[in-house]
């Protein structure tokens, strides 16, 4: 990251891309720890390419894991509130004939 000669960091195309994908990688899980291996693995450049992208399939692998268990939950989510709607209108006696 460059600075200004008021010593600000000056952020080009390829820094705020960079730091896009972090911020992607922390969003979808990923520890700071992996964070920081993976930075480190960058840094090394193309001798780590390997190791980058066994880093990213294994945590794409882990994120679809979690999506397919959020989708479960919110399966079951979307039961009892069905449930608790069902229970609201028949204690009303406005039950909606589908």
Do not use: C
């Not at 972090?22 to 700071?32: F, K, V």
């Not at 291996?37 to 193309?46: D, I, P, V």
């Not at 959020?70 to 449930?83: S, V, W, Y």
């Amino acid at each position: 990251v460059g600075r200004t000669t008021g010593n600000q960091r000056r952020y080009d195309a390829a820094d705020l891309a960079w730091l896009e994908f972090l911020l992607r990688l922390r969003e979808t899980g990923m520890s700071i720890a992996d964070m920081q291996r993976f930075a480190q693995l960058r840094a090394e450049g193309n001798v780590s390419v390997a190791a980058r992208l066994a880093m990213l399939r294994e945590h794409r692998a882990e994120l679809g894991d979690r999506i397919r268990a959020l989708r479960r939950n919110a399966r079951a989510l979307d039961d009892k509130i069905d449930h608790y709607e069902r229970l609201l209108d028949e204690q009303s006696g406005t039950e909606d004939p589908k």
